[in-house]
């Protein structure tokens, strides 16, 4: 999350929660990534121009690295690191003393470590304004960073090189560098825009939802007064004047309960509206953003010979792939309805010890878009329903297309359940959510349920 906030400008949430995870990280004692959370620190302050701040950062990551198991592996970074900073702060000297340092050792300026080296190279070297051993440096660093495509670093050597060639008198290749850099500015730029357009959006949504919850409960608090309206007409029911008053009351409550009925069936069907755009949202953020950057750090982390590291960052890719199909399958989006029915059954099959059979239709050139979606969707729910509470050993899925309609049928043989109890305590919010899904897409619910003798469920959708 720092990271992320801090990629999109968001310094103050980036802090703060940086602060929490140091604290954290303290009270264990032990903690192998403290480093590095130091470094990234730094890298933000220095993007706010806190020299002192980035400075104090990258030496409590050297010292926190100390007693780190992967010390080997962050220190040149961390140097590195530190090295520019002392060089684009007047401290060239004790620049000049760490890279000498590190400079003993070619393992810890070559391979992974090289751009890190290339870096600090170029920045001291600018600093003792030897511009032409900046060039030599810079233009190496800038190439590796193209092979990787790391366009923020990309972005950093164009203005690096520009101003090296400035310094130099080389007009032509300054302008150029700084026409690079100024693109690819304005294209992170833009990025960031629709991100934090984004962020703001989804926080302004949260609260026009809010709101609508509460005109909700007020509605509902209105229709329970009018229902002990209702109760008095019962008891004075025989009196005449009395009778004709209650019985006005009671038509006009029967209004506000159906006006009240429609609000609540119009808003559970908006929640779920914005559930399914959400869950778009968030799985295509987690797809090309985040899915994106873990899938440079496996391969970094495979070039590092790093097994652990190349071993976590595989699983947390794997885990962000996980969680984005589950929000939205890209199978529905690419493949279509029967193509996603089935990858859903067989996924299941190949977790769980429940027997299933299938006939599954091909429908999705007679189901539009939405249909399809909430279809999946009612499949989708119906089946984690079985495998929570069931208790089944085999399940039948049916998928039939008809002249004018298409119906899914869910069979199971477990334990059933009292339908009727379910829904009038309202304690099923998935039955619920069925049913609301149901009304959205105009189809037709029943539900066929006994004590230890199963359950049937048949969606049949109009076409």
Not at 179 to 202: F, G, M, P, W
Not at 218 to 228: D, F, M, R, S, V
Not at 370 to 390: D, G, M, P, S
Request: net charge neutral; with cysteine; charged share 30%.
């Amino acid at each position: 999350m720092t990271i992320l906030y801090g990629k999109n400008g968001f310094y103050d949430e980036e802090t703060k929660e940086r602060n929490e995870l140091i604290s954290l990280a303290e009270a264990y004692k032990k903690y192998p990534s403290l480093p590095l959370i130091f470094y990234n620190a730094a890298a933000s302050a220095n993007k706010m121009g806190e020299q002192e701040k980035r400075i104090n950062y990258l030496k409590k990551a050297l010292s926190s690295n100390e007693t780190s198991e992967y010390q080997d592996f962050f220190h040149p970074i961390l140097v590195t690191g530190l090295i520019g900073a002392y060089a684009e702060n007047d401290s060239v000297s004790k620049a000049n003393r760490l890279i000498k340092e590190l400079e003993r050792d070619p393992n810890q300026i070559s391979g992974f470590n090289e751009a890190f080296y290339l870096d600090a190279k170029k920045r001291l070297a600018f600093a003792e304004k030897d511009y032409q051993k900046a060039l030599d440096y810079g233009t190496a660093y800038l190439k590796l960073k193209q092979e990787s495509k790391e366009y923020e670093e990309i972005q950093e050597a164009d203005q690096f090189l520009s101003k090296v060639y400035k310094m130099l008198g080389d007009e032509k290749q300054a302008l150029k560098h700084f026409e690079n850099y100024a693109h690819l500015k304005d294209s992170i730029t833009n990025i960031q825009r629709a991100r934090v357009l984004s962020y703001y959006q989804t926080l302004y949504e949260t609260e026009k939802r809010d709101s609508k919850i509460a005109a909700q409960q007020t509605n509902i608090e209105l229709l329970q007064a009018q229902k002990k309206l209702q109760t008095q007409w019962l008891i004075f029911g025989g009196l005449g004047l009395v009778f004709a008053f209650a019985f006005s009351n009671v038509l006009r409550s029967r209004r506000f309960a159906k006006k009240a009925q429609k609000q609540n069936e119009e808003f559970s069907q908006y929640v779920i509206s914005s559930q399914e755009q959400e869950r778009n949202r968030v799985a295509m953020e987690l797809h090309d953003s985040v899915g994106q950057q873990l899938m440079l750090l496996t391969r970094k982390a495979k070039s590092s010979g790093d097994s652990f590291i190349k071993d976590l960052a595989t699983d947390t890719l794997a885990n962000i792939r996980a969680i984005s199909h589950n929000l939205y399958p890209v199978v529905l989006k690419r493949l279509g309805f029967t193509k996603a029915a089935e990858e859903l059954v067989n996924d299941l099959d190949e977790t769980t010890e429940l027997f299933f059979t299938t006939e599954i239709a091909f429908v999705d050139d007679v189901l539009n878009e939405e249909q399809a979606l909430h279809v999946y969707r009612i499949l989708q729910e119906t089946l984690q329903n079985i495998v929570k509470h069931a208790k089944a050993s085999t399940v039948a899925i049916t998928v039939l297309k008809e002249k004018n309609r298409v119906s899914l049928t869910v069979q199971d043989n477990g334990i059933g359940f009292d339908y009727k109890e379910i829904m009038t305590s309202g304690k099923s919010l998935g039955i619920k959510s069925i049913q609301e899904r149901c009304k959205i897409i105009k189809a037709h619910l029943e539900v066929h349920s006994e004590t230890s003798k199963g359950t049937r469920l048949k969606v049949s959708v109009s076409l």
